[in-house]
């Protein structure tokens, strides 16, 4: 409950502050870093947690195989994630594009980050179940994806009319759905122990999809060797973040 409470509380603080601040160099680098936390999580940790588990190793690959399709397919409805192009973003569109869309899009993506959130209780109840180390690692993943993610909503959400304060405790209710997700998959997982390696395969599917899919695109739009540079040694830092937290195991 703690892990899941500050994921969420912490993310959306500091995403407030960024989006608030118009901080687009950290945000920047918060993608860089990301791409380094949840890629050794899931390749390093979550990955190994599992195959080491007396679960069957085909299934585990099917499930793997399935969660990469299922996150696939869930970005394709908008479930999942949202767009995260909006005017002065340094992309181009036409002018108004973010604003006729702001309107319908701020509670989509209040519902899609609500659920989202409560996927990511689950993950991380899942992964402390397996390991506590883990637990820590994930939840740390999370927030690292989260802060970037959350800033574009805080933009959609201000663009769609909603007040700083409303939009700050609208997104706050939401990340809290965590703690419900990780109560419930506690409750859940603890008595069939058997489904955690496979709830740990989805997770990772996930954090390799956005990480691969997602956040690296983003970084492969900026290709001079002055944001390169800086790039890979926050991808680096990240692998250093999770190696340092899960020293020894």
Known sequence: ??????????????AAVFSFALLTKVVERMVSLSVGIMLSTSLLHALPEAFE???????????????LLAFFLLEKVALLRHSHHHEGDGHHHAHGHDAMQAG????????G??????????????????DPQLGIV?????????IPQE??????LLNAGFSRVRAFVFNLLCSLLAVLGGVLGYATLD????????????ASSGFIYIAVSDLMPQMQRRATVRDSIPQVLLIGLGVVVVLFLTHGH
């Open 138 to 146: 994930t939840g740390v993943a999370i927030i690292a994806h989260e």
């Open 191 to 202: 008595r069939a122990s058997n489904l955690i390696p496979y709830v740990l395969v989805f």
């Open 53 to 67: 588990s007396k679960a069957d190793t085909h299934a585990l690959f099917a499930t793997l195989l399935g969660g």
């Open 151 to 156: 800033i574009g909503d805080f933009i959609v």
């Open 113 to 130: 980050d609500g659920m989202h959130n409560f996927t990511d209780g689950i993950l991380i109840a899942a992964a402390f179940l397996a």
């Open 1 to 14: 409950m703690l892990a899941t409470g500050l994921a969420g509380v912490v993310s959306i603080t500091a």
């Open 104 to 111: 319908r899009a701020g509670w989509m993506i209040l519902i």
